[in-house]
Every structure is written in C-alpha cells, then in structure tokens.
C-alpha cells in the first residue's frame, strides 16, 4: 500500500468509528427524556396576567414562584390526576410521566456579597452596592460571594466544594418520597430564612431522573444568575447518563469495545509518525497548514480519551446501584457523584463532537492526494490563498461594521441584536439569506430600511468577489490536473493493484464454475454466431428519436486491393465555430454511391466529430479554427495511413411518434392528478378539521397552565380535551336527516329512541345498567341499556351504541334517524353530517405489560419495567402492541407489580370489564374499542365513566371519525392518535385525509356531471397513453438488449440500457410509479370487490349508500373507510410523485434545441464531478451534523436524531436559519460552528459553481449555431416528420415487401421451371402450361424411364414436328417429352461435333480432336505448370467470376424482379440451355435434402467476439472469404459433377445418333444402289431412244 494511501484510509476508518461511538449514544432517547420530564418546566407559566414562563424570571422572589407555580406542580402533576389516583409509584417514590422515577433533587444558592459604595455623592442614597458580574453559579469567587451562615429559624451554612458544579453554596436537598405539600412546606420555610431575597446572587435547582424502561439517567439543572440591573440569566442543563454501555450481553458493547480498541490502535500509531516528523524537523512541520490540524487533532483526540476514561472508570459509574442509601448525608454523596459523572459525560459529548470535526477535516485533506476532485478544490483554493485571505479580512470587517451598527441601532428593541456576539451571527445571517426586513422596520424605521439595504447590497456585491476567485483557481488548477498523468496518482496505482488481485481472485473462480458458465452460455447462445450487422445497427440505434444517429465508418485497406481515398469517398462542409473558443462544424455534403461511407448509411448533413488514426481518437485538434486551411476535404485527404475510424452524428428530432405520445401521456396525466385529486376542496376540509382538533386552548386551573392539543398527556388533560374540544365541536348538534335545527343535548329527549348503550362484563354478554350507572343519571341523560344478545353492530366493542328498535326500520317510522353536524366545518361549507349511525367517533385504546427489572444493579429501586413489544413498536397507535403482547408467552403485570389478564381490563369505578378484541378497532391492530353515540348526551355519558376506568397503563388510544360534506361529495376520515413511548413521552399526532367514494366525482357544483364523465374519459386516456409509453420503453429496452448481443453478453444490457442514457433511470421511475398509481388507483375503485351472476360486478367504493334502516346486524364501518383513506392517500402522494417525475422527462424530448441540449450536455458532462463534490459536501456536512446533534440534540427538538439534524444543517445551506434557541444554550458553541460552517460552505458552493462554468465552457465549444431561426426551422423539419408519417407508413410497408432470395426463390427461376419449353433443337422455350409447375416430380419419373426410353428405337416419322409446350398431366405428352429430350441432346451433340475445327490435315498422331500437332509439341516442351500457378489463376478466375454473391438480407422487390428479368434474358439468349437442367436439377436435390445447409454450417467460422479493432475485422473479413471461397469451391465441384453427366448423356446420345446415322447410312446405301440401278436403267432408256430419234430425224429430215 501507498504511503499516502494507508494513512488516508486510516483517517478515514477513525473517523467513521468516531462518528459510529457518536451515534451509539443515542441522544433521541434522551430528548425523550427531556420532553417527557423537563419540557414541562420550560413552557408552563407561573403568572398568567401577563404570561410568564421560566425564562422571564427576575429576582429571587420570582425564582420562588415559579417554584411553587411550575416545578412543584409538573412534577405531583400525574399523582394528583383525579382518574389516576395516587399516580404510579413504585417504592413510594415519584414518578413523572409515568415511567421516570426522581430519585433526588438539590438546591444551591449564592448569596452576593454587598459592598459599601465607594462614591462620597451615592453613599448617602445607596447603603450597600454588588459587584456589576453577575454571580456565576458554576464557580467559586470569595470577592463576589457570601459565605456566612444566614437564617430566621433555622441556620444555613456555606459548604465548600458542594453544591451545583461543586462550586460551593447553601445546599439543600428535596426529597421526592415526600409529597407534594411537604415539598410546598419546605420552599415555604426557605424562603422565611432569605433564600429568596434580593441577596440571592444565584440559586440553581437540580434533578435527578432514572427510566428503567431505557435504563438512563437524567440529570436536569436549572441556574438562575442575577446582576445587579435586576435582570436573570436561565441556564438549562441537561446531560443523559447511560451506565450499561459496557454490558457485555448485549451486542452494542461488543461493538464500543471494537471501536475502543481501532481508535487507540489508529491514535498510537498516528501520534508515533507525527512525532517522528515534528522531531525531524519541526520548523517545516509548522510551516504548513497540515501541521497545526495535525497537532489540533490529537490534542482534541487525547482530551476527548481522557475525558471519556474518567468517566468510565469512575466508581459510581461502575458501581452505583439503586435505591439511592437513605442516609442523608450518603444520599447527597451519591448525588453528586451522580452529577458530576453526568458533566463529565456532557463535557464527553462537546469535546468529541469538535474532535470528530476535525479529525473528518484530517482525512479529506488526506483524501485530496487520492481523489483528484477533492485535490483540485483544495489545490484551486489553496493557489488563491493570498487573495482569499484578503477577501475574508475585508468580509470579517464589513461584518464587524455591520454588527456593531446593528448591535447600537436595534440592541434595545430586537433579541437578534441584544449582544454583540448575537449580533455577529445576525448580520452573517442575512448576509446568507435570511429575512428579518420585517422586524428592522419595525425597530428602526427609515434607519432600519437604510440599514437593511445597504448591508444586502453590499455583502450581494462583495460575495460575488469570491465566485470570481474562486473560479480563476479553479481553472488554473484544471488545466495543470489535465496535463497531469492520472496513472501516477497514488490511489490509480492502490486500484490497479486491487483490480489486478480482483482479476486474479475472478480468473479462479471461473475456473472452478466453468462446467456452468458452458451450460449457460449454452442455453442463450444462438444457433449461428452473432454477426456484425452495421446496416440493422443503425437502423435500431435511429429508431431511438431522443439520440441524435451515430455512425461509425471503418476504413482499412485489404491485400490486393486498390488504396483507399477518403475523401473521395465523402465530401465536406464546413461551418465556424458559433462561440469564442469554439470548434469547427464539418457536415457532410455528399457520399459516394458505392463505398464505406454509402454502406455505412452515412447522410447528407451529418457531422464529422470524430477521427480515430493509429489507436488514438481526435475529437478536437481536427476541429481546431487555428488548424482550419480553407478547404474542408483537407482533413479527409491528410488520412492515409489504415486504418481509419470517422465517426459522424446526425441531429435530433424535436417531435417524433414517441414524443407526441408522451406530451400526450403527459398532459392527460396532469389534467387526471388535478382533476381527481381535488386539492383546494380538501385543503378547506383538512385545514378546518385540524383547526378545531389542534388549534383550541383551555387554561387548567388546577395546574395554572395553558393546555392545548399539543401537551396533552394520559391524564386530565386528555378528558379535558374530548370533552372541550371534541364533543364540542364534533358531537354538540345532532339533528333528524332532512333537518337543519340541532337538539338540545342536555335534554332527556336527545337521547336516540330505537338506540342502546351495549356494555359487556366477563359472566355474560348483558350487563346491568345500576353497575355502571346510577338510575337517575341514566333517566337524566335517556340511556337505555341493550337487552339480549351481542349482535353483529357490537363486534369488538366493550361500550357503545347499537341499534334496539325492529330490523330495517326505516327513518319516517322511526322518526328518530339522528345524524351528528360538525359544527366545526359546517360554518364554511354547508352542512358536514356525520357517516356513522351507531357511534359517530370509535376509541381504541391499547394498555401494556410489565415485568420484572432483570438489571441486577436497578431492580431493587425499579422493579418493573416495560414489555419489550413496546419499547420495539415505540409508537402504539398504529402498531399491534397489545396483539404482540397477548401472542408472548411472557406474563402480564401492571405498573405496581401484580399479575393480571392481558385481554381484558377491570374498570375500579364502573365495575366493567373492557375486553380486547381484534376486530372492530382501529385497523384491526387490536385493542380495547369504545364507541361514543352520536350525540353529545350519549359521548358525555360514556366518556365521563370510561375516562374513571383509564388504567395507569394506558399506552395509546386512537380515536376515528368520519364525516360527509354534501355539497363536495367528499368523506373526510380523522384519526387523531395519542401514544405514550416508554421513555414517558407522549406523541400526538391528527391524520386527515379527504376523499370521495367515487373517485371520479366532482361534488354538487355547476358542471359537475359533465366534469365527473371527462374525469372517466382522462381516466381511459391516462390508461391508454401509459400502455403506450410502456410499449416504447418496452421498445427502447428490446433495442438495447439487440445491441448489446452484437459485442456482449446478452445480460448486459441492463447496465448499458442506464449508462447509454441518463433519462432511461427517469424512464424507469416514471413505469413503477404509473404501475403503482393505477394499482392504488384500481385497488381504490374495486375494494372488496366481486363478481356476482345476479347483481355483476360489486365493490364497496361503487357500490356505498348511506345507511337510512335500523339494523342491529349492521357494523359501522370504520374499517373499510380507514383502509380506503390510506389506499386514497397513498394514491394522492403516487400522483404528486408521478407527476414531478414525468414532467422532468419532458426535458428528454428538447435536446435538438441547441441552447437547452448546450445546458443539459453540460450538467451530464460534469455529473462525475457533481457526485465527487456531493460526497465532499455530505463528508462535511456530516462532520457538523454530529458537532450539532451531540451538543443541541437534548435540549432541541430539532436536532433530536441525526435526520433532524441533517435536516436543520441543509437548511443552513440554503439560507434558513433558526438559531436563537441554540444561542441562548452555548453562545460560544454557535458562534464558532456558524461560523466556520458558513465560511467551509462558501469556498466549497463556489468551487461547484466553478466547475459548472467550466463544464459549460468546454461543452459550448462543441455547439452548433443557435437563434430563433433556427429554432422555427427545427420545429418545422419536426412537424414534417407527422405529416410525413404516411410516408413512412409506406416505406415500412415496403420494407415488409422485401424479398429474401432463399432457395424458393432461386428454384422459382430454375431452368426446370421451363422444360416444359423444350424443343428437339436443344433451347427451350419459357413454358406456361398447366402442368409445368410439377417439374422436379416429373423429371424423376422421366429418369425412372430412361433405360426403357433409350431401348425404344427413334422413329424417323417427318410428319412428328409438334414443338408446343407439354403437358405432363398427360401420358402421351410425358412419352413424348422423353423423346424429344433425347433428340435435343443428339442435336447438341452434332452441334458440338460440327463446331470443331481441324486446321492440321495430315497424318492422325492420337493427339485428339481439335488439337494441332504444333500446340501438343509445345505442350509437351513446356511441361506441367506449377500448382500454386494453376491455384492462382483458378482464384483470379473465382474473383471474376463472381457476379451476385451471397445474399441473406431480404431485397428490394425491384432487384429481385429484376434478377427474375436477367435470368430470362440468359435463358431466352442460350444457344444450348439444356446443359442447365443437369446443375439445376443436382442443386434441386441437394436443397430438399437439406444437404446445402449442413454445407453452410461446416464451412461456418467459429463464433469470435464482436470485433472492435482494425486487426480484429481484418481477421473477420478473412474468415468470411474464407467461407465464401470454399463454398464456391464446393459449387464448381458441383457445376463439374453436373458437366460430367451432361456430357456422359450426351456421350450416349451421340452412340444413339451414330446408331441411328449408321442405319440411315445403310437405308441410303441401298437405296443410292438402287438409283443407280435405276439411273443405269434410265439412262440406257435414254441412249434407246435418243438412237430412235436420231434415226427418226434421218429419215424425216430430207422430206422437209
């Protein structure tokens, strides 16, 4: 490993054990604490006219007030609850929400010591005089503090070392087994012996709390300052206590002890090695930054050990035990080891928190010389060093100025500028963002707008100044980082070793797995080997129209072939650059028809943005304006050398078939969500029912405090709540339907004639009204008790409502169907009646379990602890605690200690046994269910003797209402929640969701059907538009996953489906949350749905009416409509989500425009390094997280978890600020985070924007000439594309016309298709006849017949001369065709005999026919030709030869129907195209017999890797002429074979022809014979009668 390596990634390791021991203290179970036991003290006021809390206290006479009024009170506040009784005591001790035992509490005070006045003028007036500090509680000052004893009755005296922070005072202890008004007493008695006079200098109350449930101290204290103006500081501190964090049966401790030992391990080492550097030499050790974060580290790091060892190793950190020794004096003993181990553990938290800080700010500086990123943002600020610290001088300055002017001007009237210190952060505040115009006018006036805006104007101006810096750096330090060699770094070097060991570990365990990787690569490897397909390649990757088309154009010069010229091959264009500093634009101007360019699919108007010569692309340097000669092909003629990639991009469509579709998708979606989501209605509806839920306040006298919703608890307050609030406003007016007049509640008649109350007990199902009520107050209130059996409307119920009168009563006969009016939000939207008819609001309360204490060290003092079900579920109310309970095998006891039942509950006042059920409560979590009537009379009357029966272990109660606003046409459902956690604090919480029964609905308002029907026809639209975007993405995913298989692993294409396109993650969201809106949406309409034969199709959302009959059997339904409200809500937030999601996508469609394609090239460009500066802003933000979540997460509410504090810190960043509760509890702390918080934010924001313009710079560079010209013609090209999409429709459908010369077609244009054509001369004529499609079967018989068709003798019959097609249907025509097949074979074969010519008339030497003497004489000197001669010629004969070739892609029908026409023309042109039948007939054979494809598949190369470099195609372009040679060396020896039996036929037909020219020889030889016979005969006829006639003439002639 690198020496900057291993220490790097050992800060790192430190810092996340750091960060882990922190998170191990789990500071939310103490917040828990604090609001469950303290929070008390801080809001409840102890004046109310005005109101004052502690805060506001002034003096010693004020201290005592709020000690009787608040502390005394919050803390017997559960003790005296008029339901509970004497409140859960357990020892006899107190007990403070429930589960917080006090074990003790102290007093401390400081009395001031009083000077005569100095001043002669004064001394008179003023007797005696105080020092102008203020007491400091926290410490001893023999100046300032008086020491002697005071006291009326009794003697008080100062005891040193004692007391609050041991700094000495008058101590007194309080007792809390004591009760209240002893408590009272001895206040009372202190403050006649002057604790609480005007010489109380400071007084400081301490408490100390123990949860056995959590098994945690608290220790709270209280301190009162006073100085001499008569103003009080009030500190609060509280510091948790955990003394079992090394409990060694517990998994949590192994993991500390872990920690422990890699941090001492780490520190040792560490502490070594800077040692050995500050030894060697310490001067250059100092003189850089790093050193002194170094030294400040292990400092801080060896104060937070120590500090940490103290505590654990303290003797009452190891070995206290409760109960607390009853000894007073070893009572206080214990008391203060109690405290002071708790500061030390507070000390713990601050000191780690900082030392975490700057540990984590150790390891990112060691980090930089890992990560590049991170060294180019501290190398960019560090380079600007001097003139950052110029800027910070002058800001500090400006803040100074700032502060002291608002500190003079606003000190007296605004909180934020009452101390220079506050001040300081105030000003820094709105430096950063924040707002308090408002509050400056106010106190100011014209001053105070002057002021504001000349401090806004001047820090907006002057923090600008640091953007600039920040940026100049930034880009220095970038060009020197891309000048740099990456490799050298030390972390590529640590990668490249690991990815080596990696390899070596993978090449392993393929070995071993090889037998499956066969077996797979088996099953999804095709039948043939992937081939190289540029033409289907780009043809897939345009059928994407959000990616501009890239084509990738391979030049290479193969052997024996002519050299290639680029640039005749493509023309150019060219274009300046549109921005400074920009590149040049080379579009294609035009392609040659044949060549790489045309057969890469290159078009007119792509550019050139790329060349790859000698392994190396140059996307830039070609494109450089310096470069540019003034003829664009210059670029093109420069490559010679092969071989050469070009790779060319085409534009974008800005509208396509997939664009439209989605902009459909998209606004249909949008119209649907607002459409049916109906926000504004139920924002009315929510905001009024949480109004009146949370927004009411009563005063308790009892407890002089103002209660509301929100500090409500298991008591009192909680009855005062339902009573004053709830029924109030909910429950107040009932009326008959159709009515608008509410009846008077209190009157006998408001109660329900054909309604009883149901209650149940555990010997029977009916239960005697004189148990649970007196019989006045039941006639009072006109309650009626159930008689008989549980029907099916009291399932699960204990108590409540159900109907008495006759089944399906209806309202008119009954004349009293009552429906409850929410007053509350009837006011604003007509009458809002309640849904329910039997109980208008369901309780389901659920109480829990305790055992025995198993820690040997608490249980005497906290014998019985919480069921760990609770402590899982923490919050009861929508958990199934009581169910979990009930299902364990452990026993049940109450809080006291005594065993009782886990499904049922004894009510002491009422004698009623509330029994749990699981049906018929809230969610069927389970629990104990109460239903309250439907009117005020029936909820008061219940509740006033069910809030009697409350057990102390009530851990939650959830209480359901349901109400329907008519005019709206929409329920709304409200479950308001109160839990108690086991740390005793009590979570509240009101949930309300509005919706309407039918989804589409859109109330009774103007239109509403109309709007109701487009609501359905958005619906089917939303439906149909999401199909179709599934099916493009579906389309999207097949393209990639058909490129990918071209050079990967078929599985890969996952990976590449996300990496090709950033959006496609968007693409995939966008699918899963439309799946999930339509599941909701779906699961919403057709809940409990069916299908019945009757009725058809049923579901309880379509199908619910409100119940107008009496019905016993009939439930309310709460459960239905709680679980259609959350199905309702859960859709409304799919909807929101869906609807952020698809609108970011829109920006998918918008790349073609060059200024947004400009931006978002950008933003992609630099996304690594936002992800680099995002991890360096969480690293940092992290390290403040815990420095706040350690030191505020207490006291803070929110800061209580570290998402709370996360949560709090962003906020920071973004310019919200709420920190004057954090300055009021360490003003030092806030200060000194604040501000290095804002100062590390600001250099690392602006290193962001820097690299933002950085990335824009370089990315405008590259882009094309932008205007709204330009921008018009672009939507233009893309309308063209709609309206051209009948074009394309067309083209597709003529791309399914294509044709695929397969073996079909070639035998479709076989010369055996036209034998039917032939004549006796040997040429064939194209045959239509009815039987020439049957040729090949034909053509076998006619060779089954062929011996017996040559033993026929040929007959010499002239009058036979029928040259007509044939018709092999027929016999005769079969026999004949025979015969003239021969006759056309013995006329080739005297053709052939007559073409030779013998030029050599002399003597035969048996040199052949045809063969000169000369020739053979010099044949033989020359002798045989060499064999790789003779294959040579024979290869050049094969090149020349070749005229088509193999063709596997189907074809245009143009060229095959052209094919078709030359063939013909050959066919008709052929002197002897009767030699064809014998190949023709051989390849036919050959065909069906399947013999051809096995060929193919023998001469097949081997699969090979999809190839990507030059010598990687050169070998595949040698495999593939491999192939093509031999399988035409196959086809010759096959035109040969056929050549031979031509010949070998045409052989036999000539000794057939010489037979039948012999005979005819004989026949004419006789019959010359006989001529001359004849012409003997004749002639000597002749000579007899020439002799006559000259015989004649003799004797004629003398007589003429």
Not at 490 to 503: A, G, H, I, N, W
Request: charged share 20%.
């Amino acid at each position: 490993m690198s020496s900057t390596v291993g220490p790097s990634l050992m800060y790192t390791v430190l810092a996340i054990c750091l960060v882990m021991l922190m998170t191990m203290q789990d500071h939310s179970q103490a917040a828990e604490l604090y609001s469950a036991a303290v929070s008390r003290f801080e809001n409840s006021p102890w004046q109310l006219n005005p109101t004052k809390t502690v805060r506001q206290v002034k003096g010693g006479p004020q201290v005592y007030a709020w000690l009787t009024n608040v502390f005394v009170n919050q803390l017997y506040v559960e003790a005296e609850n008029e339901y509970l009784g004497a409140g859960p005591h357990q020892n006899e001790s107190l007990m403070v929400a429930s589960f917080n035992k006090v074990l003790a509490g102290r007093l401390t005070l400081k009395r001031r010591f009083l000077n005569k006045p100095t001043d002669a003028v004064m001394a008179n007036a003023i007797a005696r005089g105080m020092a102008y500090q203020k007491t400091d509680s926290r410490s001893f000052k023999a100046g300032e503090e008086l020491t002697t004893a005071f006291g009326a009755t009794q003697k008080f005296t100062y005891e040193k070392n004692k007391g609050y922070n041991n700094a000495g005072g008058y101590v007194h202890m309080l007792d809390f087994t004591l009760s209240k008004n002893d408590i009272l007493q001895q206040l009372a008695g202190l403050r006649e012996n002057f604790w609480f006079d005007l010489s109380q200098g400071s007084f400081a109350v301490e408490l100390l709390y123990f949860n056995g449930n959590v098994e945690r101290f608290l220790y709270v204290a209280y301190t009162f300052e006073h100085d001499f103006s008569g103003l009080t500081e009030v500190r609060l501190q509280v510091s948790p206590l955990d003394m079992t964090i090394h409990d060694f049966s517990e998994f949590d401790a192994w993991v500390r002890a872990l920690i422990y030992l890699i941090i001492l391990s780490f520190y040792s080492v560490f502490f070594k090695n800077e040692v050995d550097d500050m030894s060697a030499d310490y001067r250059a050790y100092f003189s850089q930054p790093m050193g002194f974060i170094n030294v400040s580290s292990f400092v801080a790091m060896l104060y937070t050990m120590i500090l940490y060892l103290t505590l654990v190793v303290d003797f009452t950190f190891l070995n206290f035990r409760l109960p607390m020794n009853q000894d007073p004096q070893k009572k206080i003993e214990q008391f203060q080891a109690l405290a002071h181990a708790a500061g030390i553990n507070d000390s713990f938290h601050s000191a780690i928190s900082i030392t975490t800080g700057i540990v984590v700010l150790q390891a990112v500086l060691l980090l930089t010389s890992l990560l590049s990123q991170w060294r180019l943002i501290v190398r960019s600020i560090s380079s600007m060093g001097r003139h950052l610290e110029a800027y910070f001088v002058i800001f500090f300055i400006m803040l100074i100025g700032f502060a002291l002017a608002g500190h003079g001007i606003f000190g007296l009237e605004l909180d934020q500028f009452g101390s220079f210190t506050r001040s300081l952060v105030t000003v820094m505040e709105m430096a950063k963002g924040k707002d308090i115009y408002k509050d400056i006018l106010a106190a100011g006036g014209p001053i105070g707008d002057g002021y504001w805006f000349c401090l806004e104007f001047c820090f907006l101006i002057f923090q600008q100044l640091l953007t600039a810096v920040i940026i100049v750096g930034y880009f220095m330090q970038r060009q020197i980082q891309s000048e740099m060699d990456e490799s050298a770094q030390p972390l590529q070097r640590f990668m490249k070793s690991v990815k080596v060991t990696v390899l070596r570990l993978i090449t392993n365990i393929r070995r071993v797995f090889v037998p499956v990787t066969q077996l797979l690569a088996g099953l999804f490897r095709s039948s043939s080997p992937p081939r190289e397909d540029f033409d289907f390649v780009a043809r897939l990757r345009d059928k994407r129209p959000t990616k501009p088309a890239k084509r990738t154009v391979v030049y290479e010069q193969m052997d024996d072939k002519e050299p290639i010229v680029i640039s005749d091959d493509v023309s150019l264009r060219v274009e300046k650059a549109f921005y400074p500093d920009g590149m040049m634009h080379y579009y294609v101007e035009r392609t040659a028809r044949e060549g790489p360019a045309a057969d890469f699919r290159i078009q007119k108007g792509f550019r050139l943005i790329g060349i790859k010569k000698e392994g190396a692309w140059d996307r830039k340097k070609f494109r450089d304006p310096a470069s540019f000669q003034g003829d664009p092909q210059a670029v093109l003629k420069e490559l010679t050398q092969m071989p050469v990639q070009l790779e060319f991009q085409g534009g974008v469509r800005l509208l396509s078939l997939e664009c439209v579709v989605f902009l459909l998708f998209w606004g249909v979606f949008l119209a649907f969500g607002l459409h049916v989501a109906r926000v504004e209605d139920a924002f009315s509806l929510v905001s009024i029912q949480k109004k009146t839920i949370a927004g009411d306040q009563w005063v308790d006298e009892k407890l002089a405090r103002v209660m509301s919703f929100d500090n409500i608890s298991m008591d009192t307050s909680l009855s005062q709540w339902m009573q004053g609030v709830f029924f109030k406003h909910h429950m107040a007016c009932s009326t008959a339907l159709g009515s608008s007049v509410c009846r008077d509640s209190t009157a006998a008649s408001a109660a329900r004639r054909d309604w009883a109350l149901w209650v149940t007990n555990s010997e029977q199902d009916n239960y005697d009204l004189s148990n649970f009520t007196s019989p006045v107050d039941a006639e009072r209130a006109g309650i009626r008790l159930f008689n008989g059996k549980r029907p099916a409307s009291a399932l699960g119920m204990s108590i409540g409502f159900v109907p008495d009168g006759l089944p399906n009563l209806t309202a008119n006969e009954s004349g009293v169907q009552d429906s409850t009016v929410n007053t509350s939000m009837s006011q604003r939207d007509g009458k809002v009646l309640g849904v329910m008819r039997n109980n208008y609001a369901r309780l389901t309360f659920q109480t829990a379990c305790f055992q025995g204490n198993k820690a040997e060290r608490f249980k005497e003092g906290y014998p019985y602890v919480i069921d760990p079900v609770i402590l899982r579920h923490q919050t009861c109310s929508s958990a199934p605690c009581m169910k979990d309970m009930i299902n364990s095998e452990s026993a049940c006891l109450s809080l006291g200690g005594v065993n009782r039942d886990k499904r049922q509950i004894y009510g002491a006042n009422s004698s009623l046994l509330y029994r749990y059920s699981d049906e018929g409560t809230y969610m069927q979590h389970g629990g104990i269910a109460i239903g309250f009537g439907l009117n005020l009379a029936e909820a008061n009357f219940v509740w006033e003797r069910v809030a009697r029966d409350l057990p102390t272990d009530v851990v939650s109660a959830a209480l359901e209402f349901v109400d329907y606003n008519g005019n709206l046409d929409m329920f709304t459902y409200t479950k308001v929640s109160v839990d108690m956690k086991p740390t005793g604090e009590i979570a509240r919480d009101v949930s309300t969701v509005v919706f309407p029964m039918n989804i589409f609905s859109m109330g009774h308002q103007e239109y509403s059907n109309a709007r109701t029907t487009a609501n359905w026809a958005l619906f089917f639209c939303y439906f149909f538009a999401a199909f179709l975007f599934t099916l493009f993405l579906l389309r999207d995913i097949w393209i990639q996953l058909s490129l990918t298989r071209l050079s990967k692993p078929w599985y890969m294409f996952i990976s590449d489906f996300f990496i090709d396109d950033y959006f496609n993650t968007l693409d995939v969201v966008c699918l899963v949350l439309n799946i999930y809106t339509l599941e909701s949406l779906l699961r919403y309409m057709l809940l409990d749905g069916g299908l019945d034969l009757k009725r058809g199709f049923r579901s309880w959302t379509l199908d619910y009416e409100a119940l107008l009959t009496i019905n016993p059997e009939v439930q309310d339904p709460f459960q239905e409509f709680s679980r259609v409200a959350q199905i309702y809500k859960t859709f409304t937030e799919l909807v929101a989500l869906n609807s952020f999601f698809v609108s970011i996508r829109v920006l998918k469609y918008f790349r073609n425009l060059t200024a947004l394609r400009l931006v978002l090239k950008s933003v992609v460009d630099a996304i690594c390094e936002f992800l680099l500066l995002a991890m360096l802003i969480v690293v940092v933000v992290t390290a403040f997280v815990f420095m706040f979540y350690m030191r505020y997460g207490v006291l803070v509410r929110r800061y209580r978890t570290v998402v709370d504090a996360s949560q709090e810190i962003f906020l920071f960043l973004v310019g919200t600020f709420v920190t004057d509760d954090l300055f009021d509890i360490d003003a030092a702390f806030l200060t000194f985070a604040f501000f290095v918080f804002q100062v590390v934010f600001s250099l690392i924001l602006n290193v962001l924007v820097a690299a933002i313009t950085y990335r824009w710079r370089d990315s405008r560079r590259d882009a094309e000439h932008f205007s709204i010209a330009s921008a018009v013609h672009t939507i233009k090209d893309s309308v063209k594309v709609i309206r051209s999409t009948k074009n394309a429709g067309n083209a597709d459908s003529a791309k399914d016309k294509m044709q695929k010369l397969d073996e079909n077609f070639w035998q479709q244009l076989s010369v055996l298709r036209h034998v039917a054509g032939l004549d006796e001369s040997g040429k064939i004529f194209p045959s239509t006849s009815p039987g020439g499609g049957d040729l090949r079967k034909k053509l076998r018989e006619t060779e089954d017949r062929k011996e017996s068709a040559e033993e026929e003798e040929v007959s010499d019959d002239e009058n036979e001369k029928d040259r007509g097609a044939f018709n092999f249907n027929k016999e005769e025509d079969r026999k004949r065709f025979i015969k003239v097949f021969m006759k056309a074979h013995m006329e080739i074969a005297s053709q052939m005999s007559r073409s030779v010519v013998t030029s050599y008339v002399g003597k035969d030497r048996g040199a052949g026919v045809a063969l000169e003497e000369v020739f053979v004489d010099e044949m033989m000197k020359e002798g045989p030709k060499p064999l790789e001669e003779v294959l040579e010629e024979e290869l050049y004969a094969e090149e020349e030869a070749k005229t088509i070739g193999i063709l596997e892609e189907p074809q245009p029908l143009e060229i095959a129907n052209s094919i078709s026409r030359q063939m013909q023309q050959l066919l008709e042109a052929s002197e002897r195209p009767a030699r064809e039948i014998w190949l023709d007939a051989l390849l036919t054979v050959l065909e069906e017999a399947g013999a051809l494809k096995v060929l193919q598949k023998v001469f097949l190369p081997m699969p090979m890797i999809h190839p990507k470099k030059t010598q990687d195609w050169y070998a595949f372009y040698q495999k593939k002429e491999k192939m093509e040679r031999r399988l035409n060396g196959f086809f010759f020896l096959l035109v040969q074979e056929a050549e031979v039996m031509h010949y070998r036929y045409l052989k036999e037909m000539a000794v057939s022809k010489e037979r039948v020219l012999k005979q005819q020889s004989l026949v004419l030889t006789d019959y010359l014979v006989s001529l001359d016979t004849q012409i003997a005969q004749l002639h000597a006829e002749i000579i007899s009668l020439e002799k006559r006639n000259t015989s004649i003439q003799t004797h004629v002639s003398p007589l003429l």
